[in-house]
């Protein structure tokens, strides 16, 4: 809206066009900052993140069964 409001109250053809040239470049870095974050979120989710799960699993401790003195006794 402001990008059009400006355009109104100028009235210099040359400013118009620099007013849409400056809206232009804003819209251009916005996408590439969206196509940077989508990117990185690929990243992490196919590369990154199955690494980070098997770093994680190998520090944590083992399953240990659990011990005990004498076989249970099989009721019937």
Known sequence: RQVLKDI?????ETDKLEILD??????ERSRQEELA????RLVLNYVIGPLLVE???SKMP??????RPRAAPIKQ
């Open 37 to 40: 974050e989508h990117f990185a």
């Open 8 to 12: 109104h109250e100028v009235e210099d």
């Open 22 to 27: 400056s809206f232009e470049a804003y819209v």
């Open 55 to 57: 770093f994680a699993k």
């Open 62 to 67: 083992g399953s240990m069964p659990i011990s």
